[in-house]
């Protein structure tokens, strides 16, 4: 693929690219001639890219990454990135980058990860997505983040809408109350779903207890706005408990255990029937 600079004057500047290199980057080789390995690389890439380029540097050893590539033009390409030490014969040493375009492998992996971390009823987060978040909320040093609290949640009397409207019903009532809570959270807030009609809500970097409870108090409310299915007006109301996460817990303890995990803790709770009514049928 090419020749990078290792050291001094010339460190990271492409020295030498082949034909092949420019066909793989999408670039001109004029253009890589002139260039350093940085700025061909996606920007939030650079940073663990010169930790390798740096690493095999020191060491000598081979290094192996999947990086991805930027360019204006053709968009970004992920290059299976082989990095190599050489010394020339003055005594020079400098990096030798072998490459192999391997952008429809990462783009599906990367499509399979999601799935995998996705509620295929409902569109939102599930069990594993929840998990990943909580132990990466545990990986370094905990207490110089935001504290984040999770919440439990389950619908009251949500078995009633199946046995009188069906499981087709219950199934879309599901749907649209998962993209309630999702436009109600902030950005960088997590809804996932359990399973059934429980959910799991994790609101990262909460300033305090009080303002989780407003957050939820909000969310109560929006589930409250009945719901128009089926030619019946259902209104369901929550059941919610809440816990803060402690830099002394363990991750592996965390609510996703299960409805009898330490997060189940009730605060707020609002227990009531869900109530459906027909045009011209009785109340459920």
């Known amino acids: ?51 390798l380029l740096q690493a095999c540097f020191r060491d000598g050893l081979p290094k192996q990454a999947e990086i ?51 509620d295929p009823l409902t569109g939102v987060g599930n069990r594993a997505l929840i998990r990943n978040r909580v132990e990466a909320y545990f990986t370094g040093d905990a207490t110089q983040r935001g504290r984040f609290a999770i919440a439990l949640m389950d619908l009251d009397g949500f078995k009633k809408v199946n046995d009188s409207l069906g499981h087709e019903v219950g199934d879309i009532l599901l749907k649209e109350l998962s993209q309630r809570l999702a436009t109600t959270v902030r950005s960088r807030d997590t809804v996932a779903r359990l399973g059934g009609d429980e959910f799991v809500i994790l609101l990262d970097d909460m300033g305090s207890e009080e303002a989780a409870v407003g957050m939820l108090e909000q969310i109560m409310r929006v589930c409250r706005q009945p719901f128009h299915l089926a030619g019946c007006q259902v209104r369901v109301t929550t059941s919610i408990g809440l816990a803060f996460a402690s830099a002394r817990a363990s991750p592996s303890r965390s609510c996703c255990a299960g409805p009898t995990g330490p997060c189940t803790r009730p605060r707020p709770r609002a227990t009531t029937a869900i109530a459906c009514t027909r045009r011209n049928s009785i109340t459920g």
């Open 68 to 118: 991805r590539f930027a360019n204006a033009i053709t968009g970004t390409r992920w290059i299976d990135l082989r990095i190599c030490r050489h010394v020339g014969a003055d005594g020079k040493a400098s990096l030798l980058l072998f490459g192999a375009d391997v952008t429809r492998w990462a783009q599906k992996l990367q499509e399979l990860t999601e799935q995998s971390l996705t």
């Open 1 to 51: 693929m090419g020749r990078a600079g290792a050291a001094g004057r010339n460190a990271g500047n492409i020295l030498q690219a082949t034909n092949a290199s420019a066909d793989l980057l999408a670039f001109p080789r004029e253009y890589l001639l002139h260039a350093s390995v940085q700025d061909i690389i996606a920007f939030d890439e650079r940073d663990r890219a010169a930790s």
